[in-house]
């Protein structure tokens, strides 16, 4: 069919073009919001036009209107308005005033809306409100009071604490406190703490009332707040008339430390609600960490009632203890022998001392120091042993240290009822004191209840699996074998020698066969000669309680009463029966713990005094040598001996080398060197003999004071070390002299030595002969002075013969007598002026020592042919001296004996007769 060409009749192609067409122009006239992401606005509390940013616009125009499309928009408390439709752009505003405090950020989502009605995408509009300071700041409590003690700056008395409503921190935070009340010692700082500017007096004032504003960051003031600050009296808790000092004399008894204390309490600061006092005496001063008696031990176990019974192993050295004479003891400890063992060593009991059989109860007691030195956790170190004698190494008793713990192996004998039964055989325990080096106490007994262990007087209690205890079967039977018994070490039958060595200290070993020694006898053994004594127990008052520790060096007393203790802390004594006690301090320490009623703890000032045990006679070490060494430049430059010839003696009072029982007089185990002013480290050094030290395991530093070398040590060995410390100064000429100062002590400096000052001093060439005045013939003439000349030397016999021939035979033979006697006099001579040398370097003016020939006269006999030829011979001594004045220095270096000088001095005189008339 034709389309007719009327108005409704298109061409279905320009229809299909413009529909197209259409749809293009829709497309592109969809609103579109000019805006990357969200819109960010600012409105006040007060309401009004929302600042957005960026500014609210869209594309695609005209634009009719906006639309707020949040879910629940009926809450959202904003409205959007067109403000130019071609452009395109709208504002937000708030619809009434908004509250910051109740909330302060909204999110509007908008939408733009053509005319055409298309709707375009919806963005999000973050909105802050933005705070008014409408809120004046407010105080938490309506009233404040605190309480500062007179005479005291505290830190802080109260704190004064106010808020403000304020949403935002400009005018929400508290940035100022201020004091309104005029002219007060007071001051309060921006986080309201308030303290005082001067001491207070609470006779002045008792309280101060103040002031206090509080400011917020946008300057609106708080009302006023009271607060009323009490001053109150000094109180110092704190023990008062305490003792600084007391002086101690050996064989008084006990004596009370703190006769008049008392502690002084403020119940207004801190009612209290129970007291703890805790005095210590600090014995670290010997090496036992107690003064131990000097009774020995086994008198010790006498006066503690120990058994009879107990056989001792490790006795003092003897004829009749011959295993213990090749051990190596330290008498360090009074109390009695003390056994060294290095690892290597170890000693077979014999049976006849003690049964192999120890019975079903019995004690091993002994003192041990030992440490850990090595990482093998499996190295044993028996202390005794009970093994196989030959053929087997079973172990049938044995107390041993293994990885710092004690062990105690039991294995059972065969028997038939219980060979397949398993029963306790081992038992170790972890106790820290085994590898501390310190002395302590051990005591193991075994009985049908079980094994038993007392460390330092105090019943070991299990806790934790601890001691592990391992089981065993019993041993197999074994009749040909015997058994040997071993203290330090083990015996291997097998191998025919002793194993697993103790590297350590062990006095007092004992066995106790057949029973158990009383924990009683145990406890007195540990006991120090010195410790404090408690008060009586009928001082006591109901709810106090005293306790003292194991070796009696710290008493406890706590309870409620105050009065009490300070009556019981008068009566704590101090005790020492040691007859030779350590002389010196002990420092004794008295510190309260007190409980308040509110739970608080306050500590109380420790109190600290000392103890000052008067000395008896004790050995003394004595240092002596040349205290004058003289040495020449180059001496220096290579190096001075300074101590060359050291001594070190021991005394007691003024008998020499008398040894004192107990104390090895034989080693010092510190000397100090130190020099005043300090060395020059450009040009002055003091060396040790490292090597020496090394070998000999001593240990040393050297600084620009002085030098150290510590170590205990045989007294010749540290002679040896001391006698090769040497000082080397590269610059002697700047010297005249210097001085230096060594000081050795032992026993931890129980006892020390004396200053001894050994001075060296620089010998100065002389004056060079140039400067020398012209010699003159009266240095041919014999005078006294030439006693002080250098040394002769003896002039060619071809010299004596030319001149002889000169004055004829008669002469020839007169020359030939007096070279014999010329010889004589020079060998005299020599010896006597090698002597005087030494003299002469004592004064000074001899180094510039130029000759005065006036003063040189002699009278001389022209008659006696003798005395000619002495006056010839002398005039040629004279003169090879001053030729040969350099090689005194060298001469004279070498050491002489003083006796031998002495003893030829006399002849010397003799044959030299000066006329010194004029």
């Not at 006999?861 to 001594?877: A, F, I, S, W």
């Amino acid at each position: 069919m034709k389309c007719q060409r009327t108005v409704g009749c298109l061409n279905p192609l320009l229809f299909v073009s413009l529909l197209s067409l259409s749809l293009v122009i829709a497309k592109n006239s969809v609103p579109v919001l000019v805006v990357s992401g969200i819109y960010h606005g600012v409105v006040g509390e007060n309401g009004g036009i929302v600042d957005v940013t960026p500014e609210i616009k869209a594309e695609n125009g005209p634009i009719c209107g906006y639309r707020i499309v949040n879910t629940h928009k009926g809450k959202i408390p904003f409205e959007v308005f067109m403000l130019d439709q071609k452009v395109g752009t709208a504002q937000l505003k708030a619809r009434h005033p908004l509250n910051c405090e109740e909330k302060k950020n909204y999110v509007v989502t908008i939408a733009a809306v053509s005319c055409a009605g298309i709707v375009s995408e919806s963005v999000e509009v973050h909105v802050t409100v933005k705070d008014v300071n409408e809120y004046i700041p407010e105080w938490s409590e309506e009233e404040y009071s605190g309480q500062v003690e007179e005479g005291e700056l505290p830190e802080s008395i109260l704190k004064v604490i106010a808020t403000d409503r304020d949403c935002s921190p400009t005018f929400g935070d508290i940035c100022q406190y201020t004091i309104s009340s005029p002219d007060q010692p007071f001051h309060v700082d921006q986080h309201g703490v308030i303290t005082n500017t001067a001491p207070l007096s609470a006779q002045e004032s008792r309280s101060h009332v103040l002031s206090v504003i509080a400011t917020d960051c946008g300057g609106k003031e708080s009302s006023p707040v009271l607060v009323t600050i009490s001053v109150l009296p000094k109180c110092q808790t704190s023990w008062a008339d305490v003792s600084t000092s007391m002086t101690y004399i050996p064989g008084t008894g006990p004596q009370p430390i703190f006769p008049a204390a008392h502690l002084t309490l403020c119940p207004a600061v801190c009612p209290t609600a129970h007291l703890e006092t805790t005095l210590t005496l600090h014995t670290d001063h010997v090496g036992v960490g107690c003064d131990r008696d000097t009774y020995s031990l086994a008198s010790q176990r006498k006066m503690c009632g120990a058994s009879s019974q107990a056989v001792e192993l490790l006795p003092a050295q003897s004829e009749e203890t011959p295993w213990v004479n090749n051990l190596n003891t330290d008498l360090g400890r009074e109390a009695g022998p003390v056994y060294q063992f290095d690892g290597s060593n170890g000693v077979i009991i014999p049976e006849s001392v003690l049964s192999h059989n120890l019975g079903s109860e019995f004690t091993i007691s002994t003192w041990m120091k030992h440490e850990a030195r090595t990482n093998d956790k499996h190295l044993k170190e028996q202390l005794v042993c009970l093994a196989d004698d030959h053929r087997k190494n079973r172990h049938h008793t044995s107390l041993f240290v293994r990885n710092c713990k004690l062990v105690l192996l039991l294995r059972r004998d065969y028997e038939e009822d219980e060979r397949n039964v398993f029963k306790p055989a081992e038992w170790r325990w972890s106790i820290p004191q085994v590898c501390d080096n310190r002395w302590h106490h051990y005591a193991v007994s075994v009985s049908s209840q079980g094994v038993e262990l007392t460390l330092d007087g105090e019943l070991w209690q299990p806790e934790n699996s601890n001691p592990e205890v391992i089981d065993d079967w019993p041993l197999h039977p074994a009749a040909d074998l015997k058994t040997s018994l071993a203290v330090g070490a083990c015996w291997h039958g097998s191998d025919m020698k002793m194993k697993h060595s103790l590297r350590g200290y062990l006095a007092g070993l004992s066995v106790l066969p057949g029973k158990r020694e009383h924990s009683e006898v145990l406890k007195c053994l540990v006991q120090c000669s010195e410790s404090l004594q408690l008060p009586a127990t009928n001082l006591l008052e109901p709810g106090m309680e005293m306790v003292t520790n194991s070796h009696g060096s710290q008493v406890t007393i706590d309870g409620e009463d105050a009065e009490n203790m300070n009556q019981l802390v008068r009566q704590v004594a101090y005790l020492n029966t040691r007859e030779f006690p350590a002389p010196g301090r002990r420092r004794l320490e008295l510190a309260t713990t007190i409980t308040c009623v509110d739970g608080t703890k306050r500590i109380v000032p420790s109190a600290v005094s000392g103890i000052l045990v008067l000395s008896v006679p004790q050995p003394t070490i004595t240092i002596s040598g040349t205290e004058n060494i003289s040495r020449v430049y180059e001496a220096f430059k290579r190096g001075v001996r300074i101590f060359s010839d050291l001594r070190i003696a021991v005394s007691k009072g003024t008998e020499e080398a008398e040894p004192v029982a107990g104390v090895n007089m034989d080693k010092v185990d510190k000397c100090t060197i130190s020099v005043f002013p300090p060395l020059n480290p450009d040009h002055e050094e003091i060396k040790l003999p490292e090597l020496m030290l090394k070998s000999l395991k001593l240990g040393s530093s050297v600084t620009g004071n002085g030098g150290e070398i510590s170590g205990a040590d045989m007294i010749y060995n540290y002679e040896q070390v001391i006698r090769q410390v040497t000082y080397t100064n590269k610059k002697p000429a700047y010297y005249l002299n210097r001085q230096f100062k060594i000081v050795c002590s032992e026993l931890n400096q129980r006892f020390t030595s004396n200053e001894y000052v050994q001075t060296l001093t620089v010998i100065h060439p002389p004056v060079s002969p140039e400067t020398m005045m012209p010699v003159q013939p009266a240095h041919h003439q014999l005078s006294h002075h030439g006693a002080e000349m250098p040394a002769a030397h003896v002039s060619s016999s071809h010299d004596f013969l030319s001149m002889g021939q000169t004055q004829g035979h008669a002469v020839v033979v007169v020359v030939v007598v007096c070279v014999g006697l010329l010889f004589t006099v020079l060998a005299v001579g020599v010896v006597r002026l090698r002597a005087a040398h030494k003299r002469a370097l004592r004064e000074e003016a001899e180094v510039e020592m130029a000759w005065d020939d006036a003063a040189l006269n002699i009278t001389v006999n022209p008659l006696e042919e003798t005395t000619e030829c002495r006056t010839m011979g002398g005039e040629k001594v004279l003169e090879s001296d001053m030729d040969q004045d350099s090689s005194d220095d060298e001469m004279y270096a070498e050491e002489t004996s003083d006796d031998d000088e002495e003893e030829d001095e006399a002849p010397t005189r003799h044959r030299l007769e000066w006329d010194d008339g004029l």
